[in-house]
């Protein structure tokens, strides 16, 4: 059984930064990639960043590009994603996922960290 689960979040000033990690337990497999997504209230979950498993390739929407950094751990089973340059409109829940090989889409998650930005 797979399970992931996220921590790091809190309440934050705009402009700060926080860190955030992502514990993988019972992965028998090795993922194609994990991934950060958010959701914000009464908004649809949206895509942060992506980090292929096998080589470390990473990718994000323009909304983060520059100030969101994901890495791994592979040892560890370890995700984890440097928000840097903070603004109230980050402010959501967190969520790790990963995206298996055998289905390439994201099918496992955990249950979230709340970010808040003020003001």
């Known amino acids: 059984q797979v399970q992931l689960v996220e921590s790091g979040g809190g309440l934050v000033q705009s402009g700060g930064s926080l860190r955030l990690s992502c514990a993988a337990s019972?992965?028998?497999?090795?993922?194609?990639?994990m991934g950060w997504f958010r959701q914000a209230p009464g908004k649809q979950r949206e895509f942060v960043a992506q980090?292929?498993?096998?080589?470390?390739?990473?990718s994000y929407p323009d909304s983060v590009k520059g100030r969101f950094t994901i890495s791994r751990d592979d040892v560890k089973n370890m995700v984890y994603l440097q928000l840097n340059g903070l603004k109230p409109e980050d402010t959501a829940v967190y969520y790790c996922?990963?995206?298996?090989?055998?289905?390439?889409?994201?099918?496992?998650w955990g249950q979230g960290t709340q970010v808040t930005v003020s003001n």
């Open positions: 980090i292929t498993w096998a080589d470390g390739y990473t």
């Open positions: 996922a990963v995206r298996s090989r055998a289905t390439h889409v994201y099918d496992y």
């Open positions: 019972g992965l028998t497999f090795s993922p194609y990639a």
